[in-house]
């Protein structure tokens, strides 16, 4: 009850004035019928008040607060990009025996339209992903995620990113391969069964990974074009991909 007495206090205060201005008005005009007339007047828009007031107003300010809530976002998930997405996505993808059947389908332009990401998002869903843990360096791949795990429990560590759920299912997944990787003795000597089950880890947020980093890069595509620019430049899917412009 403390914590709302100003509130309380402040109702009461504006009652007690209305009563008081109504009262004033009785005692100059002397026409109770009109004043009864006009309150009720105004009582009857009281319904259509509180619709523009707590859902049309409410609504539009709340959408603008979870806009401005997105951009944080994807300022964190960018961040996440530069400092660990991009080359763990150089780490991952020597274990993925189809990658050269998907690589094309990621090297965009700075013209890529919404229908080409919408595209692009179909095939992730589509792709037949074989991960291999035999096939890639699991050493160079620890040591990737391990150098990082300071940086993504930072990451962690915001609360906004309890709105994005997809991201933090791939932070999950990304956590749990570095955990995996970390307790093992040494990965250069597993069984085919710890080779199997890292497999499946690594596939899990390699998944995670090319799904979040679509999204980012529309974000950048539709909000910020100069950043699009840089990231289709340092496009981790295309072999080419240098800083400088041609």
Known sequence: MKRYRWQILFGLALVILSIFLYLIQ???????RNIIFYLIQDLAFV???????????????NEREKRSLLNKLNMVI??????????????IFRFDAHFDKIR????????WSDAEFKNAGKRIIDYDYKIES???????????LVGKREFML???ENPNLLEHESFTELLWAVFHLTEELDNRENVKQLSDADLEHISNDIKRAYIALIS???????????????????????NPFDPNAKPEIA
């Open 134 to 144: 035999r096939r890639g360096d699991l050493e160079e791949l620890r040591v990737c």
């Open 78 to 91: 960018g961040a996440f990009f530069s400092e660990v997405g991009t080359r763990l996505f150089k780490c």
């Open 47 to 61: 319904p259509i008040n509180v619709l523009l007031v707590t859902l049309i107003i409410a609504w539009l300010l």
């Open 154 to 156: 930072a990451l962690l």
């Open 104 to 111: 094309g389908n990621f090297i965009m332009t700075a013209d």
């Open 26 to 32: 009785y005692e100059i005009f002397k026409d109770p």
């Open 212 to 234: 979040e980093w679509l999204k980012y890069m529309k974000h950048l595509k539709n909000e910020y074009p100069y950043l699009f620019s840089l990231a289709v430049r340092m």
